[in-house]
């Protein structure tokens, strides 16, 4: 933990960079300092996925799209962050804001495309309710030592 996943219109393959996104995220998310100015998220614990969705349906269709000069096939991205329970709020807002402009910052000509109409959103969750939680990894003891 932490994990983020990105969940993407299938649609959007072709006009975005998302290992470029993933890796800028948890980029990101290793500068997040608590208030302490401890690393919020453990280097070998960060992890974040993309997954395209090939089967989708946003909004209208496109016919909105389509009349404002857009070309209709409508994107969306929606990225989730969840993380272990405790953090402050102040930790909660600044891993969402990091994550968010992290995916501006990289999505920016997706945004700027005059034809293209996308949806992003980025929630931040926490694990409070896990029931269990086993880990075994040889990523942590890469950054133990530092």
Known sequence: MPHVVILYTGNLEAHTDMSGLCRGIADAMLTIRAEDGSQV????????????????????????????????????????????????????????????ACAKAQLASLFEHPQKHVGLTVQVDEAPGQVYDAKHSTLHPLFAKR
């Open 41 to 100: 998220f453990p280097t070998g614990g960060t992890r974040v996925y993309a997954y395209p969705a090939p089967h989708h349906a946003v909004s209208d269709g496109g016919a909105a799209g389509r009349a404002a000069g857009g070309d209709g096939d409508y994107g969306f991205i929606y990225i989730n962050l969840r993380m272990g329970a405790g953090r402050s709020a102040a930790v909660h807002k600044a891993a969402g804001d990091a994550i968010t």
